[in-house]
């Protein structure tokens, strides 16, 4: 499904890959950086717009891969 690739794949001395973060949870992450200095977005509405403009971007991306 789209974003659960993951945004930071490692791997370890012995050859395991640590996924960790999803890359639609790391945009979402990024957007709420902003939308946490914008005046014109309330806080309880953050979280969710957050996500939409996490899957806007996933949905962009997607045209050109």
Known sequence: SKGNSPAFPAKDAKG????????????????????????????????AEAYRLADLMLEERAKYQ
């Open 16 to 47: 395991q890959i640590w996924t960790g973060m999803n890359l639609r949870d790391y945009l979402a992450l990024e957007a709420m950086h902003g939308l946490l200095e914008a005046d014109h977005v309330k806080r309880d509405d953050i979280p």
